[in-house]
């Protein structure tokens, strides 16, 4: 039915104003009696052997919601009624912020990939907080974290401090967001000194509190192998608990659709099918050098089971989707889940 009628409906509208129709279309239809019970009926798959152990969390199955589809936290309960074993929440930042301008995101039919430069467009980390006091204690909700746009690089630290605090008591993990290509300087933070300053400083605020929450950092598939290597030695010197790869791609190698179309979409992340082959390349590298010492999240161009498990082969403990869940729709969940339950 996705594929058939709502796909078609919603591809009819800009990006993202078929994603405000969509999210609002689930708030509604699962405040109606009897239909949110029916979605879990469809889409949830169970089967004990998919429950993963991972940084110290047990997750009811391997397939989570990547951050950016729910920045606010207005929709988490409902998404996890699709089957999602863990849902992501943000990026949030401090204060709030309107992001760039729109048009701001677009998609690529031909390659199955969206281009974005939301630029953390979000209403900050204390309105999220209010509607996370209610939450559902059996749903495992990450919380993504980053800064914002005015906060020069040399203050970054202070704006993840602001947010890891405030969110502390409501999410069971966090992601460091320094790998969006849409905040201009961002990345620079992903330099080795920078970037230890950061997770060390949120290290020691996670250290002194009763029980510390998993501390994750999410990377670009942009990096060199020897910025690799820096990434990898500063997970095991500030004994990062997780690593998500891969953030979208400023990349537009290998693209079907014709350069003048991309090239007047200009700058932002493509991400979906185009990422896909990198990440998987970034995952199978830092799991060969990190073991099972440090697990990695793997995001980026998982459109089928296929794609995930895929990801699983290159070493990652965890998957999740985003541009994946809007062209294939919510069946992919299950269909991935069903399949790992089978692949050994």
């Not at 690089?153 to 790998?179: I, Q």
């Not at 192998?225 to 990062?240: E, M, R, S, W």
């Amino acid at each position: 039915m996705y594929k058939r009628l709502i796909k078609p409906f919603l591809f009819s509208f800009p990006p993202e104003k078929a994603h405000n129709i969509a999210f609002t279309s689930i708030k509604l239809l699962s405040s109606i009696p009897f239909v949110k019970s029916g979605i879990k009926m469809i889409y949830r798959y169970n089967d004990k052997s998919l429950e993963r152990k991972v940084f110290g969390l047990t997750f009811p199955n391997p397939v989570g919601l990547a951050a950016g589809f729910d920045k606010d936290a207005k929709l988490y309960n409902e998404l996890s009624c699709f089957g999602f074993g863990f849902v992501e929440i943000g990026t949030l930042t401090p204060v709030a912020q309107p992001g760039n301008p729109q048009p701001r995101s677009f998609r690529l039919p031909k390659d199955a990939g969206l281009i974005n430069r939301m630029g953390f467009n979000n209403e900050g980390v204390f309105a999220a907080v209010q509607r996370l006091k209610n939450r559902n204690p059996d749903l495992i909700i990450g919380g993504n974290i980053g800064k914002n746009k005015i906060t020069t690089n040399e203050d970054a630290v202070l704006d993840y401090e602001k947010c890891f605090n405030a969110l502390f008591d409501y999410v069971d993990y966090f992601v460091v967001n320094v790998s969006s290509p849409n905040t201009p300087g961002l990345r620079e933070l992903q330099d080795k000194d920078a970037l230890k300053n950061i997770l060390l400083k949120l290290q020691i605020n996670n250290n002194l509190r009763p029980k510390r929450k998993p501390l994750l950092l999410k990377i670009a598939p942009d990096l060199s192998n020897t910025q690799l290597d820096d990434i990898v030695a500063i997970a095991q010197d500030v004994k990062l608990d997780g690593i998500i790869a891969t953030n979208t791609t400023i990349s537009r190698e290998g693209l079907i659709t014709p350069k003048p179309v991309v090239d007047a979409i200009g700058a932002g992340g493509l991400s979906g099918q185009p990422v896909r082959k990198r990440s998987t390349e970034v995952v199978a590298y830092l799991c060969a050098r990190l073991g099972k010492e440090i697990p990695v999240i793997a995001v980026g161009g998982i459109h089928s089971a296929a794609d995930a498990i895929e990801k699983i082969k290159a070493g990652a403990a965890l998957v999740q989707l985003y541009t994946g869940f809007i062209y294939e729709g919510p069946a992919l969940i299950k269909k991935i889940n069903k399949a790992l339950a089978k692949h050994k």
